[in-house]
């Protein structure tokens, strides 16, 4: 594995650790405050490219890779969670257009998801009774004349309002088929028969919102299924392991800020006459979080570096993922700790560094799942 970015990757990573810091930070504070994402600054982030990182450039990408992508989520997620959070989810809807979208599809939605105008991609397969058993989802999709009818609803749909393009799972043969029953289609921001629904009041994330969406007879031309019918499972997954990159590198991206940020404080907070960095026990918590941001990132390059060479990475993902989200779990804590009384309170960020970080080791798959799918990786 190359551990030295070559030059395309690390001009990715200037390129958005330069936005993170002039643009994005600056705002973090008052979007996790009004639970509001600009929409100039997702327009910033597509004009730098940064919403179709790893699609190809004929369809509108940067085509730089999964690396690339990886270290350019890592900046954002420093400076804001929640920005990072509608660019991983953009990108990773790109790229299942891009790849599976069968020409049609994937040149008429990429362009419009990697231009940022329009709008965001969601991605629709959870549901009220379906999370980690996405196999269990109950929302159909019936053929009706040259159209596909979508009935149902759908769970925890990142960037719901914002969203262009949403990528929705619906079942296609009746439900004792489980995974092999389900199929993947294209619906469009406006659909008749699409209602988008209030955003949840999260614990984080907040400027990101995440919202319920409902399907009732939501009519969508023929051309709207991505992929084989009943092959969308696979989609799913397949989607989900690049996914699952993008949820380590934005875990890394929070963990390094609340590290920062604590290096900072414990350089300056004062306690029986010396800085408390002066004193082991703040020093130990130091060293470890440091450790653990370096160990997640290691193992983030390495699941994205496999991807970019067309090798399996499902295993690597799972685990860049469950490290990584735990870590930032971990360090997050900590980083309140060192804080203190003012770890506790909105006027620093390390509570909101600590609340942000929480659902990494849920969503796209839970820390359990991870462990589901590396232990099948390793017994295979
Ligand atoms: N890439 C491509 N195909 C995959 C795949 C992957 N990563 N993982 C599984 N598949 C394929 C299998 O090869 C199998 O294909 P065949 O029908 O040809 O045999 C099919 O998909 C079914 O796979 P499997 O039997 O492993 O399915 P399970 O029901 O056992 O589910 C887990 C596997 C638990 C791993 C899956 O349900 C999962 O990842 N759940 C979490 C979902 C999730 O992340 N939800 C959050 C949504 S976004 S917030």
């Excluded at 007879?217 to 989607?239: D, S, T, Y």
């Excluded at 699952?244 to 907070?269: K, N």
Aim: net charge neutral.
């Amino acid at each position: 594995m190359q551990v030295e970015p070559t030059e395309t990757q690390a001009l990715v990573q200037r390129t958005a650790r330069d936005f993170a810091t002039r643009v994005v930070a600056p705002l973090a504070a008052t979007i996790d405050a009004t639970a509001a994402l600009p929409d100039e600054l997702l327009a910033g982030l597509a004009g730098l490219g940064l919403m179709a990182v790893n699609v190809p450039t004929d369809l509108g990408g940067s085509g730089a890779g999964a690396v690339a992508y990886a270290l350019a989520v890592e900046e954002i997620a420093s400076a804001c969670a929640s920005t990072a959070v509608a660019m991983s989810v953009t990108n990773m809807v790109g790229e299942t257009l891009a790849r599976f979208g069968r020409g049609a599809l994937a040149s008429r939605f990429c362009p419009r998801l990697a231009g940022g105008g329009h709008g965001l991609g969601a991605f629709a397969l959870s549901e009220p009774g379906a999370g980690s058993d996405a196999g269990a989802l109950r929302t159909v999709a019936r053929r009706d004349g040259a159209s596909w009818v979508i009935d149902g609803a759908k769970q925890w749909i990142s960037g719901g309002p914002q969203a262009d393009v949403f990528v929705v799972w619906a079942r296609t043969r009746p439900p004792e088929t489980g995974v092999r029953g389900l199929s993947c289609f294209v619906v469009e921001r406006g659909a008749p028969g699409l209602a988008v629904g209030k955003p949840e009041d999260k614990m984080g994330l907040r400027g990101s919102s995440t919202v319920p969406l409902e399907f009732a007879a939501c009519r969508v031309p023929e051309g709207a299924l991505l992929g084989a019918e009943n092959e969308g499972f696979k989609i799913a997954m397949a989607a989900l392991d690049g996914g699952r990159i993008g949820i380590a590198a934005q875990a890394i991206g929070i963990a390094r800020a609340a590290l920062r940020e604590s290096l900072e404080y414990a350089q300056a907070r004062r306690t029986f006459g010396v800085p408390i960095a002066q004193h082991q026990a703040i020093q130990h918590k130091l060293a470890d979080m440091g450790t653990l941001i370096d160990a997640a990132h290691l193992l983030c390059m390495r699941a994205a570096w496999h991807k970019d060479r067309g090798e399996a990475f499902t295993r690597e993902a799972s685990m860049a993922k469950v490290f990584a989200s735990e870590a930032a779990v971990r360090v997050c804590n900590e980083a309140v700790q060192i804080h203190g009384g003012y770890g506790y309170i909105r006027e620093f960020a390390a509570e909101r560094h600590l609340r942000d970080a929480r659902v990494t080791t849920i969503y796209e798959g839970t820390s359990e799942i991870q462990r589901i799918v590396i232990a099948r990786g390793l017994l295979e």
